[in-house]
Nanobody
Framework: QVQLVESGGGLVQAGGSLRLSCAAS????????MGWFRQAPGNEREFVAA????????NYAASVKGRFTISRDSVKNMVYLQMNSLKPEDTALYYC???????????????WGQGTQVTVSS
């Protein structure tokens, strides 16, 4: 199983930017997907973005498309989420996760980090 540790969360004003990082340890196969999910208080954990480790194919939630960019560094075993034009509704605990395929469902991901908090003030 892959171990994941997120960092980079914080407090930012609306319209600002943050970059989240996820350090992965363990063997990551080329067909693995690394994803970002988020969960706001009282809400379900929702898909944000994912990237296939081998070819870099990506998938985004409609709510973040055009504002967020997921990327990976296969040498450093890192996954990043660049978040621009942040809105108060982006406030949530952001989780990094790993799956055996490029999916959008929480149930497809079997390794999870502890999360990093992102707070966007209006």
């Amino acid at each position: 199983q892959v171990q994941l540790v997120e960092s980079g969360g914080g407090l930012v004003q609306a319209g600002g930017s943050l970059r989240l990082s996820c350090a992965a340890s363990g063997h990551i196969f080329s067909w693995y997907a690394m994803g970002w999910f988020r969960q706001a208080p009282g809400n379900e954990r929702e898909f944000v973005a994912a990237i296939r480790w081998g070819d870099g194919s990506t998938n985004y939630a409609a709510s973040v498309k055009g504002r967020f960019t997921i990327s990976r560094d296969s040498v450093k075993n890192m996954v990043y989420l660049q978040m621009n034009s942040l809105k108060p509704e982006d406030t949530a605990l952001y989780y990094c996760a790993a799956a055996g395929r490029l999916g959008t469902s929480r149930s497809e991901y079997d390794s999870w980090g502890q999360g990093t908090q992102v707070t966007v003030s209006s």
